[in-house]
């Protein structure tokens, strides 16, 4: 019963620093789309950041497929 718990523990953890991983990437987007995009359309870099943020959703479940 002890192992059951440290594996819930453990799993809780990795999640919770994931999604705040994933807040931080969404919350500092336009400082993230004015430092590495085109800064000519601004609406359109801010696209692109978060298509950047929304393809590490999308190849996640193939990663761990892979790993």
């Known amino acids: 019963m002890?192992?059951?718990?440290?594996?819930?523990?453990?799993c809780a953890l990795g999640n919770t620093l994931e999604?705040?991983?994933?807040?931080?990437?969404g919350y500092f987007s336009y400082i993230i789309a004015d430092q590495f995009f085109?800064?000519?359309?601004?609406?359109?870099?801010?696209?692109?950041s978060f298509s950047v943020?929304?393809?590490?959703?999308l190849v996640r479940p193939l990663g761990a497929i892979l790993a």
């Open 19 to 25: 999604l705040y991983d994933f807040i931080l990437y």
């Open 53 to 57: 943020f929304a393809s590490g959703c």
């Open 38 to 48: 085109p800064k000519s359309v601004q609406t359109i870099a801010i696209l692109l």
């Open 2 to 10: 002890i192992q059951w718990k440290k594996y819930i523990a453990g």
